[in-house]
């Protein structure tokens, strides 16, 4: 959990500014998007919502004190206003990236970003760990295979919101994190749902890709477990 | 040792591939008892990145230290460790400045930036689920 993902979803809240007492949306219910609402619990957010529709990941979200938001069923911009006053709130997470899609499946790499800008309020913040490329040959639309994204800044600067994004300094955090765990404070292993030896990592890649009912987090023991 | 190789989109097995070494004084050789697969991999996994096939996936690894290189002192064998997922240098203008998830010089190439392990764009480095790694 120390080499990334603990990490990561705490620099997502970190660039996002999350401060005790904050509302906050992450979008994704991964392993990061769950860490980074474990993150903001840990900090003391008042009110942690998390935007999914995998139904084994917003239970997860649920039972470590976030609100399960599934997309497939209402309108995450609209819950996420509903729930602060018609304000938005006052941090946001982007834990998706650029393989985003709706129900159907269909790719739409600017779904989480311009949700997120929407649902977080004049002048929050906003942490972007989702992977984001500077090509996608495989991308939907001729924008994306250029690793461009219909991003809307008009919003974005409208509100006057503060975004940062890229990949986490593990070094940054992992000796506080691992002190946390140490301390009994944290246990991010709570999504870890199946232990692998190394010869099965095909059937894990399989599963967890497919997002089988389950598969949160698969954990590969090479040595043998 | 066996590691996981990626073949092509949404095709992964388990092969021997040669054995993870020593390639510099600094490497320490780590003996992998954990690698989690990522959502990141699954990028990879699905042909959506220009990770090579051949190469094997892998960067939340943790595992024991079985051989530490001359340059080595502080790290001792049977250490356990975890390891971050960037490989960073310490010392150059991004990873003095605590970016070293940006790091100049453990990137070949002169035009990009950052390290990891078994990581599309991030270096030529082998990934972790695998029974040995190289640790720069």
Known sequence: MLADIFPTGWHATEMAGVYPGDSVVIYGAGPVGLMAAYSAIIKGAGKVMVVDRQNDRLKLAEEIGAIP?????VDPVEFVKDQT??????RGCECVGYQAHDPGGTEHPNMTLNRLVDSVRFVGGLGVVGVFLPQDPGGPDKLEQQGQVAFDYGNYWFKGQTMGSGQCPVKKYNRALRD????????????VSHELPLDQAPEGYKNFDSREDGWTKVVLHPAGT | MKAV??????DVSVEEIPDAKIEHPADVLVRITSAN???SDLHMYEGRTSFEPGRSFGHENLGEVVETGPAVSKVKVGDRVVLPFNIACGFCKNCERGFTNYCLTM???PKLAGAAYGFADMGPYQGGQAEYLRVP
């Open chain 1, 69 to 73: 938001v599934n997309d497939s069923e």
């Open chain 1, 85 to 90: 006053l018609g304000f938005g709130a006052d």
């Open chain 2, 5 to 10: 190789v990626y073949k092509g989109p949404n």
């Open chain 2, 107 to 109: 990137q070949p190439e």
């Open chain 1, 180 to 191: 946390l765990i140490a301390g009994g404070k944290a246990s991010p292993s709570f999504l």
């Open chain 2, 37 to 39: 697969i990522c959502g």
